[in-house]
């Protein structure tokens, strides 16, 4: 009950912001309206790096904008390939691969794995999502099942797979969010977050946390994405996790 309290506790936050709720709504539509929507970054959404150390992993990473490398031009500044950079210069060998869509929920992520005429099997899972869901206002309930749904059925073709789950992105931060607006989803993006720890907890997953800064110097300029040093930065952090 008692790890239960803070979660309780933030639902306050939402009358305390009340008040302010036809503001938000406005905010909401007009942020969909007037944002500035960046393409996908070019380039394969695979690679490999072969080192003289036989130790080998293979990585899979499934997500959302941030992982199709919204913020930069090309794959090979991204996300994913920052994280195996880091491993390269560590001499590890592996391969890895990226499945992501801009937009998706967690549901909609599910869906797209779906449709791959095979499932990759991996030794490492990484999973980046919860924007989409949080800008959706999907139930806890279902963000529970769903974040169940989608690493069983990576599972299936690889059970031994190690699994990490990096936060869900601090939105009251976001350069590009208006106050109240970036309070409102801020708070609903922390109470995804708390139930992705727990579920992380339970099932002896990797939670990954890292304080990335927000500032604009580490954004793109839609100000909702890193840009190449943000990417950088977010990709050593997760490298050096699964390198532990």
Same mark, same amino acid.
């Given at each position: 009950?008692l $790890?239960r309290?803070p979660l309780?506790?933030?639902y306050?936050?939402?009358?305390?912001l009340?008040? %302010?709720?036809p503001?938000i709504i406005?905010?909401?539509?007009n942020?969909?309206k007037?944002a500035?929507?960046?393409p996908?970054?070019?380039?394969?959404?695979s690679g490999e790096? #072969?080192?003289?150390?036989?130790?080998s992993?293979?990585i899979?990473?499934?997500?959302?904008?941030t992982?199709a490398g919204?913020g930069?031009?090309h794959?090979?500044?991204?996300?994913?390939?920052n994280?195996?950079?880091?491993l390269a210069?560590n001499n590890?060998?592996?391969?890895?691969?990226?499945i992501a869509?801009t937009?998706v929920? /967690?549901?909609?992520l599910i869906?797209l %794995?779906?449709?791959?005429? +095979?499932?990759?099997?991996?030794s490492?899972l990484i999973i980046?999502?919860?924007? #989409?869901?949080?800008t959706?206002?999907?139930?806890r309930?279902?963000w529970?099942?769903n974040?169940?749904q989608?690493?069983?059925?990576?599972?299936v073709n690889?059970?031994k797979?190690?699994?990490?789950?990096?936060q869900v992105?601090? /939105?009251?931060?976001?350069?590009?969010?208006a106050?109240?607006?970036?309070y409102?989803?801020g708070?609903?993006a922390w $109470?995804l977050?708390?139930?992705?720890k727990s579920?992380?907890?339970?099932n002896?997953?990797?939670?990954?946390?890292?304080?990335?800064?927000l $500032?604009?110097?580490?954004? +793109?300029?839609d100000?909702?994405h890193? #840009? #190449?040093?943000?990417?950088e930065?977010?990709?050593?952090?997760? +490298?050096?996790?699964?390198m532990?």
């Amino acid at each position: 009950m008692l $790890q239960r309290l803070p979660l309780l506790l933030s639902y306050s936050g939402y009358c305390l912001l009340a008040p %302010l709720l036809p503001l938000i709504i406005w905010q909401g539509k007009n942020t969909r309206k007037t944002a500035l929507r960046l393409p996908e970054a070019d380039g394969p959404r695979s690679g490999e790096f #072969n080192s003289t150390i036989p130790t080998s992993l293979d990585i899979l990473h499934l997500g959302e904008s941030t992982v199709a490398g919204v913020g930069v031009h090309h794959s090979n500044l991204g996300f994913t390939a920052n994280i195996s950079r880091v491993l390269a210069e560590n001499n590890v060998s592996h391969q890895w691969q990226y499945i992501a869509q801009t937009g998706v929920t /967690m549901q909609e992520l599910i869906a797209l %794995l779906n449709q791959q005429q +095979a499932i990759p099997g991996c030794s490492h899972l990484i999973i980046s999502m919860g924007v #989409n869901d949080t800008t959706n206002f999907t139930r806890r309930h279902h963000w529970r099942e769903n974040l169940i749904q989608l690493v069983n059925q990576v599972k299936v073709n690889s059970p031994k797979t190690q699994v990490y789950f990096t936060q869900v992105a601090p /939105m009251h931060r976001f350069p590009a969010l208006a106050k109240p607006l970036n309070y409102f989803l801020g708070l609903r993006a922390w $109470q995804l977050n708390h139930e992705l720890k727990s579920l992380c907890a339970d099932n002896d997953w990797q939670f990954i946390s890292i304080d990335i800064p927000l $500032q604009p110097e580490w954004m +793109a300029k839609d100000g909702y994405h890193p #840009n #190449n040093s943000g990417y950088e930065l977010w990709g050593q952090g997760v +490298a050096q996790k699964i390198m532990e």
